[in-house]
């Protein structure tokens, strides 16, 4: 059983994943832009920003006895992401248009820092 801060944790690294999954994915498209190297600045500065904080996250997961196993695409709505923990493995479902939202979220969150 994880606690509740132990599930706010991993909420937070599975949004850290998506966004870096999702800014990696988008990075080859901005070098069609005529502005490239200012977008592919401020992307490298996220993705930099994020991936430390995914690790850092990450370590604390695995110190808790905490690791994500497996994440399966259930339906077009739905993921389904399985979880080892000391005691249990966890199954937990999330509605992927608010896994979408809260990446968003973040990465606007992210974005207003850098100002």
């Known amino acids: 059983m994880i606690t509740i801060d132990e599930r706010n944790q991993l909420h937070q690294y599975l949004i850290l994943e998506l966004a870096i999954q999702s800014l990696q994915k988008d990075y080859s498209q901005l070098s069609k832009l005529k502005m490239k190297n200012i977008y592919l600045m401020m992307v490298d500065i996220l993705l930099k920003e ?14 808790r006895g905490i690791q994500v196993i497996r994440w399966h695409r259930t339906s077009e709505y739905f993921s389904d992401i399985q979880i080892r923990t000391a005691g249990e493995d966890l199954h937990l479902n999330y509605a992927n248009q608010a896994l979408k939202t809260a990446v968003e979220e973040e990465l606007f969150k992210r974005l207003q820092q850098l100002r």
């Open 50 to 63: 994020l991936k430390s904080d995914y690790y850092k996250s990450k370590q604390l997961l695995k110190r």
